[in-house]
């Protein structure tokens, strides 16, 4: 079965500075996705960066990007020159990429808070 | 982009009556979505998948009886929660796989209160 770990419950952070969000994962799957989800006060799931188990590179999107270590089944990210706007819920989430559709597995989530 | 909306956002209502949610997604076909509860300060609990023309599949754990899913149509599920309680009070969020690319899109959630 896949599991998803998040074992930072919360951050604290400078506005300005970079901040490392971890996420482990456990699967007996080959090919697979990881996946950062942003989730403010509001609710709604944003999108943040993907990662599949095949990609040479770590993703990259704007000041987000991912550090993807393999061998250590680690997915953590990155946020670069942090914002007051990012002060939020962060979930990592992992799914198979097998034929069709599949589900998604959360983490327990991390929340970040950015101090002025 | 593709867009998911979800009606209604918010619902209050009394215990022992049902409330329906829907989840729509809006530009593109999806045979399959996905149902999700949150609890305050929780990570999402996937609660069922849903598949167009077929039954739902469950969680363990997830009472079928409780949780009605119909995925009517190509871009409609919708996830009825019967003889509503206190505890069934949550944030419920519908993701949707887009067919032509296995790509899930969210919806932006309902939050129940149930008094």
């Known amino acids: 079965a896949q599991k998803i770990t998040q074992t930072q419950p919360g951050m604290f952070v400078q506005e300005k500075e970079a901040v490392t969000l971890d996420c482990t994962y456990d699967?007996?799957?080959?090919?697979?996705?990881l996946f950062w989800y942003k989730q403010p006060s509001s609710g709604e799931m944003i999108f943040l960066i993907y990662q599949g188990s095949y990609d040479q590179q770590n993703a990259t999107e704007g000041r987000y990007s991912l550090n993807f270590q393999k061998a250590r089944k680690s997915a953590n990210l990155v946020i670069s020159a942090s914002q007051l706007g990012d002060s939020a819920m962060y979930f990592c989430a992992m799914r198979d990429l097998i034929q069709g559709a599949q589900k998604l597995v959360f983490g327990q989530g991390t929340r970040l808070t950015i101090n002025p | 982009g593709a867009v998911v909306s979800q009606h209604p956002s918010r619902v209050i209502c009394k215990s022992g009556t049902s409330v329906k949610i829907e989840c729509r997604s809006l530009?593109?076909?999806?045979?399959?979505m996905f149902w999700y509860r949150q609890f305050p300060k929780q990570s999402l609990m996937l609660m069922a998948t849903?598949?167009?023309?077929?039954?739902?599949?469950?969680e363990q754990g997830v009472e079928k009886d409780k949780f009605l899913i119909n995925h009517a149509s190509l871009t409609l599920s919708t996830l009825t929660v019967t003889s509503a309680h206190p505890e069934d009070s949550s944030f419920y969020i519908c993701s949707a796989d887009r067919d032509v690319d296995n790509e899930q899109f969210f919806g932006p959630g309902t939050r129940l209160t149930v008094l």
């Open positions: 699967t007996s799957d080959p090919s697979y996705g």
């Open positions: 849903s598949n167009e023309g077929s039954k739902a599949t469950y």
């Open positions: 530009d593109f076909q999806a045979t399959t």
